[in-house]
C-alpha cells in the first residue's frame, strides 16, 4: 500500500523515504517504512513493518516518533544490515 496525500496545500517533504529503515524514538523496533501520509499540523503517519525478532503486531501506522535505524534497533533484527539493504534495493 502506497499512498501520498498532500493536503490543503502542505508541502511534500517528507522526514523519511519509502524504503528507509526507521526505529521508535523510545525503544528499538527496526522497522521499514512502507507508507506514508501527511496528516495536517500533526505531521506525517508512516506505515512501517517491524522486524525486531520479537513483535506481535509486525505492521503499524505511526504518527511521529521515529527516528533513522541505529545498533540498538539492528541488535534485534531479524536481518542483517547487509541483508536489509538487499531487500530495500
Known sequence: MNFHVNAAGIDADWQFELGAW???????????????AKA??????????SFATVDPNRDRMILGSLK?????????CLLTPKWAAELAA
Open 22 to 36: 526507521i526505529t521508535h524514538r523510545d525503544q528499538p523496533m527496526p522497522s521499514l517504512v512502507l507508507s506514508r
Open 68 to 76: 533513522p535505524i541505529d545498533d540498538a534497533a539492528w541488535a534485534v
Open 40 to 49: 495536517g499540523k500533526l505531521g506525517d503517519v508512516y506505515g512501517v513493518r
